[in-house]
């Protein structure tokens, strides 16, 4: 039976988030699973007048390429990958597997040299995004869950609660979502206004973390429903060699099939010289490993939409849980002001809402998780 509420995230996705126009080149790409969710999109796509082409992934062919392919065809970078991309006005992904644990025997070697294979794909994406916006060359790109019985379970949801929960986290069930991810935008634009003219941001946690960002001169990006979906951050590139102290996350941090628990992480002069991890150790350091640029953040964001509330080992909603922070190991998006390049770009997250704060230039502006500005966002 049609869930109706894929008609409404489409609408939502295709018109607010990208805002597809007429004789747009769009590329949809999701797994088989998320099939109902691209023909939805499918349909919107032409609705708005754009030019649809749809690349369905299949997760079994991934697993056979990471056990069966040699080093050089790891390490290929796809033409036919690369070329939409560079190509394209619009970029659509829905995300959902029919099992996300798929890759978990995976070598982490070859996992690692995938990555690299993917580097200028990674690339020329954030390159284009970052262009100005009215440029034909700039790319609007979106990245949204389709629920699956894969991602329920990771959740400890069922299949019928986990699709409320990732409707209702993308404000879908409201009566008018488009204006509500407005609403949060005027107020996360607030807070970025703000940040914006720091120079150090100083994350504590009576867990374990107490860490110093430098930030001055990079600009936050105000993430109100436009890229991710659902969204609800604020986030910049942090200065790459202005980092320091430790972070202890309080969340698996997951990527290419791997649940990687209690990673703790210390940096000095911007670069991790110390990982731990309480399981897949040897995957993390792997992928710290795999290039120069691994190693260092290219990405540091407060998580702002209050209506997530609860981890599901899914990086989409938990980096947007209203109260934590995330940073990001790897890439970083040029149009923060970052230049950190790398083919890994992997979001972390840390609670601050039993006990974290976060300072500005030695001012506390968030508390247990809350902005101490009510004209922030709560």
Not at 24 to 34: A, E, F, H, K, M
Not at 47 to 64: D, F, L, T
Not at 153 to 171: I, N, P, R
Request: proline content about 4%; charged content about 25%.
């Amino acid at each position: 039976m049609h869930d109706q509420r894929l008609d409404r995230l489409a609408k939502v996705v295709v018109h607010y988030s990208v805002g597809v126009r007429k004789d747009d080149l769009v590329i949809i790409t999701g797994t088989t699973v998320t099939e109902p969710g691209l023909a939805a999109v499918y349909r919107e796509v032409l609705a708005a007048g754009g030019h649809p082409w749809v690349r369905i992934q299949s997760e079994r062919c991934k697993e056979i390429h990471l056990k069966h392919a040699s080093r050089a065809q790891l390490l290929h970078t796809s033409p036919f990958d690369k070329f939409p991309v560079t190509r394209a006005q619009v970029y659509i992904a829905l995300w959902g597997e029919e099992n996300t644990r798929n890759l978990s025997n995976a070598d982490p070697a070859k996992q690692a040299l995938a990555s690299q294979a993917r580097k200028p794909i990674l690339k020329a994406i954030m390159t284009r995004e970052a262009k100005r916006v009215g440029d034909p060359d700039r790319i609007r790109w979106v990245g949204t869950q389709y629920p699956t019985n894969a991602a329920a379970q990771d959740a400890e949801m069922s299949l019928t609660e986990y699709a409320d929960f990732v409707f209702a986290g993308g404000k879908l069930d409201e009566k008018d979502p488009v204006g509500a991810w407005k609403r949060l935008g005027v107020a996360q634009q607030r807070l970025a206004d703000f940040l914006g003219k720091g120079r150090e941001m100083h994350i504590r946690t009576p867990q374990g973390t107490d860490i110093r960002l430098g930030i001055r001169g990079r600009s936050w990006e105000n993430c109100c429903g436009h890229a991710n979906f659902p969204d609800g951050e604020v986030f910049t590139g942090p200065i790459e060699d202005a980092t320091e102290g430790v972070v202890k996350f309080s969340f698996p941090a997951v990527t290419s099939g791997r649940e990687v628990l209690d990673v703790r992480l210390v940096f000095k002069a911007g670069r991790v010289v110390e990982a731990s991890a309480g399981k897949n150790e040897d995957f993390l350091f792997k992928m710290l490993d795999q290039d120069k640029g691994a190693r260092t953040l290219g990405e540091l964001a407060l998580g702002t939409n209050y209506a997530i509330r609860r981890y599901t080992r899914n990086t989409l909603f938990d980096e947007k849980i209203g109260g934590t922070c995330h940073l990001a190991l790897g890439a970083a998006y040029p149009k923060t002001g970052g230049k950190n390049e790398s083919a890994l770009h992997w979001d972390m997250v840390c609670d601050l809402r039993r006990g974290g704060t976060v300072a500005v230039d030695g001012k506390v502006i968030s508390r247990n998780g809350k902005f101490l500005n009510a004209q922030w966002p709560r």
